[in-house]
């Protein structure tokens, strides 16, 4: 039911256009969080995502083909749509998921680095390889997304000049990482294993 002030302009034009521009940051923020989960291997996260994203978008796209002769809505709904991108990447920075190998080439000491990285609770692995010039050492280590700052900081302290590599890894089987606190998505990953393992 209408009411004088869902019709008037200021609704039309300001208001509504704020909600779909804020429905559209939400939606989009937690589509870019799926599509990221799916890519580390949180399959059962994703589907949870995926209902409230469609619903908040469904809600805010009902709305524009109500009021198709209101430009300011697509303008919203555009902007919304970027603006939810770039807050998801922002979320999914923060929340620093998944494990990551670092790759570092070292043409000498290497022995000394991995013992270096191993003392401090990193698991390492050196390979001997040829290089260019001379003989390399190629040294793997797998670290938590949220180690990653202080494994690059022991790095760079132990060899200012090291050259390293950083890939995103799917799924570690077994390894040696830093003891950390369990969050709140993987206590919910645990809850929703559990509970499908009681059905």
Not at 34 to 47: L, M, Q, Y
Not at 86 to 92: A, H, T
Not at 127 to 145: C, F, N, P, S
Request: proline residues 3%; positive net charge; aromatic residues 12%.
């Amino acid at each position: 039911m209408e009411t004088p002030f869902t019709d008037s302009d200021f609704f039309s034009y300001v208001i509504m256009p704020v909600l779909i521009f804020l429905a559209r940051i939400c939606d989009q923020s937690i589509g870019t969080m799926r599509i990221i989960f799916v890519s580390k291997g949180k399959r059962n996260i994703a589907p949870f995502l995926g209902f409230f994203e469609v619903l908040i978008w469904i809600v805010a796209i009902s709305k524009i083909m109500q009021n198709l002769d209101n430009y300011v809505n697509y303008i919203a709904y555009a902007a919304g749509f970027a603006t939810g991108n770039l807050v998801g990447m922002i979320i999914e920075e923060k929340l620093a998921m998944g494990i990551q190998m670092i790759r570092v080439f070292a043409n000498e000491r290497g022995i000394e680095l991995v013992q270096l990285l191993n003392s401090n609770g990193y698991g390492a692995t050196s390979v001997e390889a040829h290089g260019a010039r001379d003989k390399v050492y190629l040294i793997y280590t797998i670290v938590q997304r949220n180690e990653l700052g202080k494994v690059t900081e022991l790095i760079n302290t132990f060899n200012p000049k090291a050259f390293y590599t950083i890939e995103d890894i799917k799924a570690a089987n077994e390894g040696i990482f830093n003891p950390q606190k369990q969050n709140a998505l993987t206590n919910f990953s645990n809850i929703l294993r559990n509970w499908r393992k009681g059905k």
